[in-house]
């Protein structure tokens, strides 16, 4: 059964404005990674949130945690055109699932 | 350049001609799988190993046979490839067990079996 679930499955923003992607989960983790796939391309790790952790930044990164909810958001602050990619959020509850992916798109 | 390499990219081929598809990675990770990539199915990883001679089966292992001889190298093998193996494979690595440190994945192998 499927861990993570990305919420929109697409999202499309114009320059310069913040773009949040949300990822659900059914049992408890251990950790939760975010990553970003451009197209044609292989998934790159962008940060690793541990289940103790509330809130981790990175740059223009924000990554929140909320394990009542089972739930994290990654935000993406001042997006850029060279921000468009397929966001996957992958949880580690015993073994590492990946989720669907958000597909964000960012206008120049 | 710390990378891992997956070859071919692109391979066309026909049903029950065996194929291998080699990952390398110079980062002397332990941990090394392979996951393919299908439309509307996500990520599913396919096998993993946690160390040179230590393999096991991920969620989708069938028809999908590997080996881990050296700790740089993890092929997956087809040993007779079907079109429903058709899809978008990706090899990553990572430090110690894997699924708690960050993947290192390759830029992928596309695969199309007629």
């Known amino acids: 059964s499927q861990q993570g679930e990305e919420d929109p499955q697409a999202l499309s923003i114009q320059e310069g404005e913040n773009a949040t992607m949300n990822c659900s989960y059914k049992?408890?983790?251990?950790?939760l990674q975010w990553y970003r796939q451009n197209s044609g391309r292989g998934l790159v790790h962008l940060i690793l949130?541990?289940?103790?952790?509330r809130e981790k930044h990175s740059g223009r990164l924000r990554v929140t945690l909320d394990t009542s909810k089972k739930s994290s958001s990654l935000l993406i602050t001042a997006s850029r055109a060279a921000d468009t990619a397929s966001y996957f959020c992958?949880?580690?509850?015993?073994?590492?699932?990946f989720g669907q992916g958000t597909e964000l798109s960012v206008k120049p | 350049e710390a990378q891992v390499t997956q070859n071919p990219r692109y391979l066309i081929t026909v049903t029950g001609k065996k194929l291998t598809v080699t990952c390398s990675q110079n980062?002397?990770?332990?941990?090394m799988s392979w996951y393919r990539q299908d439309p509307g199915l996500g990520l599913r990883q396919i096998y993993y190993?946690?160390?040179?001679?230590?393999?096991d089966k991920g969620d989708v292992p069938e028809g999908y046979k590997v080996s881990r001889k050296e700790k740089r190298n993890f092929p997956l093998i087809l040993e007779s490839p079907s079109p429903n193996q058709t899809s978008l494979y990706f090899c990553a690595s990572s430090k110690g067990q894997g699924r708690v440190q960050p993947q290192h994945f390759g830029d992928g192998t596309r695969l199309s079996i007629l």
């Open positions: 949130i541990r289940s103790n952790e």
């Open positions: 980062m002397n990770h332990e941990y």
């Open positions: 049992t408890s983790i251990n950790n």
């Open positions: 190993s946690m160390n040179v001679e230590v393999t």
């Open positions: 992958a949880t580690d509850g015993g073994k590492l699932i």
